[in-house]
């Protein structure tokens, strides 16, 4: 079973056989796609996004209307990976020290302790994030970033693997708050989940007349098989793929592009830029490829890249699309050969 691209920013499978099809690491991966499938209908390419972001120590950002399977997908893959997972729901009364613990006086020893925060977990789902003031969205920053929690003056280093899904409404309904353009880059990926067609609504609908329970994946078939160990030597064969001088070219070939497009006020950062490299390699492995090729780059582009570029206010008003400009920008850009 391999990957294959169906196109920039679309990620998709077919049943072949790969190089690697011997390494368990991957088999394991891609198992654990087919148990989220039990659970959560026509998100095959959402779920990809996760194992890739997981395979290059990275965060999600899940957007979508409400009631798209944004919270079942999370934890259905955490069951299937086995993984330790909290969920925070955002709320705008919600703390910083909610999140990230806070120290707690004990009357008895007379001393304070810390009360470790929901944080500190493998796979943390912070549930519509952009319902919470922006001051709460911060305190996630050093967590993502450097996978630990000071609290006075004390580091405590996260658990590993950590990766944190976070999922949020689209930013034109009433009461959200948009992510700073600090918080946004931290993610690695922003993964969009559109309505289903009709044939998977369909099969969403028959499940549940079958009787399927969301609260209850165990029921529905979602078992483990993969876990931290998998993805330890799953992340270590995606370091051994290789990515040629040409491969690097065109990743910041597109990456300067976004800087000089008329519809950018502000383009994608070298950060971006390694975000992208990384990725593509992650994405190369799964396909069960050694090596990183230009569709490889493309098909991550815009997961990649979306959430990393602001528009002028002149093309927001003219009703332009992120992706819209990416896509034009993918197109334009010289592809190595």
Request: charged share 20%; glycine share 8%; proline share 7%.
């Amino acid at each position: 079973m391999s990957e294959q691209s169906s196109g920039p920013g679309v990620l998709s499978a077919t049943d072949t056989n790969g190089p690697l099809d011997d390494d368990g690491a991957r088999q394991a991966l891609l198992a654990v796609r087919r148990e989220v499938a039990k659970a959560v209908v026509g998100q095959d390419a959402t779920v990809t996004g996760l194992l890739i972001a997981l395979l290059s120590q990275g965060h999600v950002l899940l957007e979508g209307v409400p009631g798209v399977a944004k919270t079942l997908l999370v934890r259905a893959l955490s069951s299937a990976l086995s993984l330790d997972t909290k969920r925070v729901q955002f709320t705008p009364d919600l703390m910083p020290g909610d999140i990230t613990g806070s120290l707690v006086y004990d009357s008895h020893t007379s001393e304070f302790s810390f009360r470790e925060g929901p944080v500190f977990t493998n796979l943390l789902l912070a549930d519509e994030i952009n319902r919470t003031p922006p001051k709460t969205q911060a305190s996630l920053l050093e967590a993502m970033e450097e996978r630990q929690v000071s609290v006075d003056g004390i580091s405590r280093r996260l658990p590993a693997p950590f990766l944190v899904a976070a999922t949020q409404n689209p930013v034109e309904y009433e009461g959200t708050y948009p992510l700073p353009e600090a918080q946004l880059d931290r993610f690695l990926l922003k993964l969009t989940m559109p309505l289903p067609g009709r044939g998977d609504e369909i099969e969403v609908i028959r499940r549940h007349a079958a009787g399927f329970d969301a609260r209850d994946l165990a029921a529905a078939g979602v078992r483990p098989v993969a876990g931290a160990v998998d993805l330890e030597r799953a992340r270590e064969a995606v370091t051994r793929v290789a990515v040629e001088p040409e491969i690097i070219g065109y990743i910041v070939d597109l990456v300067r592009a976004t800087r000089a497009a008329p519809s950018f006020q502000l383009g994608v950062s070298p950060r971006g830029a390694t975000a992208l490299l990384n990725t593509s390699r992650s994405w190369a492995w799964l396909s069960g490829r050694p090596f990183v090729t230009p569709d490889d780059v493309k098909a991550l582009a815009l997961p990649c890249l979306r959430h990393r570029v602001a528009l002028q206010p002149e093309a927001q008003m003219d009703g332009v699309r992120v992706d819209d400009v990416l896509g034009s920008i993918l197109a334009s850009v010289p592809v190595p050969r």
